[in-house]
């Protein structure tokens, strides 16, 4: 078992930045990928981002393109997300998880794990 715990999440303005923390802890194997999602209220799930284990491959959801940046450090077992020019539209709660497979993944269901999320406000 993996356990994942996001931090980072807060209220920012619309335009502002906010950087998300995932630690992962227990049985873990870094050379899975890692992916951010997001549920915004009253929405499905969305993906956000997704890196490889080797932390050389990423993609976005074409709504944070050119603004978020999704990182990680193996060392650390820690995944990031840098997101820039936040918008309103950004507001929902953020979750990191651990796919089942050791490349780049964008669909929740090749998913193994999930953290419990962080909440992030964007206001106008």
């Known amino acids: 078992q993996v356990q994942l715990e996001e931090s980072g999440g807060g209220s920012a303005q619309a335009g502002g930045s906010l950087r998300l923390s995932c630690v992962a802890s227990g049985d873990t194997d870094n050379r899975y990928a890692m992916n951010w999602f997001r549920q915004a209220p009253g929405k499905e799930r969305e993906f956000v981002a997704t890196?490889?284990?080797?932390?050389?491959?990423?993609d976005y959801a074409d709504s944070v393109k050119g603004r978020f940046t999704i990182s990680r450090d193996n060392g650390k077992n820690a995944l990031y997300l840098e997101m820039n020019d936040l918008k309103p539209e950004d507001t929902g709660v953020y979750y990191c998880?651990?796919?089942?497979?050791?490349?780049?993944?964008?669909?929740?269901?090749?998913?193994?794990?999930w953290g419990k999320g962080t909440l992030v406000t964007v206001s106008s």
């Open positions: 998880a651990v796919a089942a497979t050791y490349f780049i993944a964008t669909r929740a269901a090749t998913m193994n794990y």
């Open positions: 890196i490889n284990g080797l932390g050389d491959s990423t």
